[in-house]
């Protein structure tokens, strides 16, 4: 089955440590996202990757990392300096730009951290 | 700018009424791409629709339809004979030609079917 598979579904961190979230997929899709979803809030995008090894922050970047080492995979890592990690995280990818214009983008289970 | 308002935050509707998700967007570019997601209680977003700005035709799909008009710039979801299933957090979202890795998602409107 082609999907998006993020791991694992719940996570939990003290504060100070970095975790990574995973994100593979095997859709041969070129580009991938991160999200990351408050409460009752919609989704703002923390980094985007349009190909293997490049990647572009989005709105909330700081506190997070990324790399796009495989196409299939794209790891967040939320370190000790976001301040307030505790939010459900999904990532989504594309077919990129090989795709048409209207490419839409597709979704993973999502991630729920909480640091305690 | 680029801008989806989902103005509605929650709407609670009784099985088997119809009901209608307003989505409101601003954007510059003559050329754009709208879509719908729902989000059940799992939290996966499960794709329902994409529209082209170049085809405001609406949009049938079983129970669900849209309504496109750029008139007014809205992208209207309405839900006919809701059903429990249809719990769920639905968001408007509004993608450019130019910025295509930018997806602009309204804040959703969480929707209660009851029983």
């Known amino acids: 089955d082609g999907g998006i598979t993020q791991s694992p579904k719940y996570l939990f961190r003290k504060e100070g440590q970095n975790v990574t979230l995973s994100c593979e997929q095997n859709l041969n899709h070129d580009a991938m996202y991160w999200y990351r979803q408050d409460p009752g809030q919609g989704l703002r995008l923390i980094y985007y990757s349009q190909i293997v090894n490049d990647f572009q922050k989005g709105d909330i970047a700081e506190g997070y990392s990324v790399s796009r080492e495989k196409k299939e995979s794209f790891p967040l890592t939320v370190t000790s300096a976001q301040k307030n990690p505790t939010a459900f995280y999904l990532c989504a990818s594309s077919i990129g730009l090989a795709g048409n214009p209207a490419d839409t983008q597709y979704f993973g289970p999502g991630t729920r951290l909480t640091v305690l | ?115």
């Open chain 2, 1 to 115: 700018a680029q801008k989806v308002t989902q103005a509605q935050t929650e709407i609670s509707v009784v099985e088997k009424e119809d009901v209608t998700l307003d989505c409101v967007y601003e954007t510059r570019d003559t050329t754009y791409y709208l879509f719908w997601y729902k989000q059940p209680p799992s939290g996966e977003l499960v794709f329902l629709i994409r529209r082209n700005s170049f085809d405001e035709q609406n949009e049938i799909s079983g129970r669900y339809s849209w309504n496109f008009q750029k008139s007014t710039s809205s992208f209207n979801f309405t839900i006919t004979a809701s059903q429990v299933v249809d719990s769920a957090v639905y968001f408007c979202a509004l993608r450019g030609l130019y910025n295509f890795n930018k997806f602009y998602f309204g804040s959703g409107t969480k929707l209660n079917v009851k029983p």
